[in-house]
């Protein structure tokens, strides 16, 4: 059965405002010479919309105006519809308002209630003022959102009774005043007029819009494409001198590129944040120990990573960008949900480590195709990837000695505080000839030419070690590791 379709909208009454991100308050948008609409701290300072910038600044002198910016606003919606991905990959977007149909997902989430307190929490560190509202139909939702409204409704006749009780302003303006005109002031009045006639009064259009809200009549829409490469880029209001300040608009980015990758049901393991100046920009790497598309761990590792940073100019702009991006896997969370827990938990630690201490100074051991034991290990770091290595025919101990120690032999046994007891071998390595020419030296480098016979010896006191005995001449015992 398929499910049917629940339309979540969240309008965004201070758009033109809350674009410009980390702006400093009071503030207001300025068009045409007017208020267009004023911050929190502008409208108790008496600023209202529609006066003019003379009489703003005479009301709160250190007013910032800023100049409205559609492009700006677009930029904006792009990044909320990339966020919006976490919670359902059908969106739609109006120049104010996000359209996302929930109707499949609500069972995920627990509901419409449920959905709603997930989503206000996670739409919190973005800034921006949301009204939300839910219907069966998109223009419905919009309308009720617009209002501000908070009507969250499922089924379609509750929905109808709502809408009718709306005003006629929710209709284009020249459809409004007509309507105003005959002495109509609501929808439900609006539905009791005569069809053919009201056409002609108020222009089909708008009678086509009002049988889409009512779902009376489809209402396709196009949705949003979410863009196969994740480059999202942030310009902000005035110049950044200080990085630690960054994190607050940074907060837009990471959370969009969560949503991203939710839609896209994958992770990534490395993003860069580029800090954009006049003439050039500063890149900063963000790796992370396995694939991830968690918003806070995102967000925790460039609060690391920015407040260790000094600028070499003021930022303008970022642009959050995705640079190693591969599909999730499933994990069954039920049986193995302890483990992929703790392997979670060190991920976080690794990540913090890198970001307070450097990349240099948290590191693996990788495997080398190499038969010495002294070569057989080198550094790696958290983001290579390493190929399967080769199980040898017998175990190798996990601690080696910085240096072999020269061990004694007594009636032709190697002897450790005690005589050693061989469980195992010998095993011949031989390697390295060919790193020393004809007639050269080994320039000090012992480890370059080998000749060794190893064993599994047990000691006295039970512990396994790894030893060998030289094949050269002088040859001899030695110890070079313990399994245990």
Known sequence: MVPSPVWLA?????????????????????????????DEAARQAGIESGIGVAAARALAPG??????DPSRESAALQTLACWAGRFTPRVSLTPDTLLLEVGSCLRLFGGLKSLVDTLR??????????????????????????????????????????????????????????????????????????????????????????????????????????????????QLPSTVDSATA????????????????????SGVREVILRLRHERDETPLPLNFSDLTADGERFERVLRERLERLELM??????????????????????????????????????????ARLGDAQVYRLAVCADH?????????????????????ELPRPLWLLAAPEALREVDGRPYRQGPLELLAGPERIESGWWEIGEGEERNGDDN?????????????????????????????????????
């Open 10 to 38: 969240l309008h965004l009454p201070y758009l033109p405002l809350e674009a410009n991100a980390s702006c400093p308050s009071p503030s207001a948008v300025v068009e045409r010479g007017r208020i267009l609409l004023g």
């Open 63 to 68: 007013l910032t105006l800023l100049a409205r």
């Open 121 to 234: 929490e996670s739409a919190e560190p973005l800034s921006f003022t949301l009204a939300l509202a839910a219907a069966p139909t998109p223009l419905a939702a919009q309308w009720l959102a617009q209002q501000g409204e908070p009507a969250f409704y499922i089924d379609l006749e509750r929905m109808r009774q709502h809408l009718g009780r709306l005003p006629v302003e929710v209709l284009p303006a020249k459809a409004a005043v007509a309507l105003r005109r005959f002495g109509a002031s609501t929808l439900a009045e609006v539905r009791c007029l005569p069809s053919a006639q009201l056409a002609r009064r108020i222009g089909a259009e708008s009678l086509q819009r009002l049988a889409q809200a009512f779902g009376e009549a489809a209402d396709l829409r196009p949705d949003f494409v979410f863009p196969e490469r994740f480059s999202l880029p942030l």
């Open 246 to 265: 960054l994190v607050f608009a940074a907060r837009r980015l990471t959370s969009a590129l969560a949503g991203w990758l939710a839609a896209r049901q």
């Open 313 to 354: 100019a003021p930022v303008d702009s970022l642009c959050l960008e995705a640079t190693d991006v591969a599909p999730l896997t499933a994990q069954d969370g039920t049986l193995f949900n302890d483990v992929c827990a703790e392997q979670g938990s060190m991920g976080v630690l690794l990540e913090r480590l890198r």
């Open 372 to 392: 010495r034991p002294e070569r057989a290990t080198r550094r790696s770091t958290l983001q290579e990837k390493l190929p399967a290595p080769e199980i040898p």
């Open 448 to 484: 370059a030419d080998i000749r060794r016979d190893y064993f599994i010896a047990q000691a006295p006191d039970e512990r396994w070690l790894w030893i060998y005995r030289e094949c050269r001449t002088p040859g001899g015992w030695f110890l070079h590791g313990y399994f245990s």
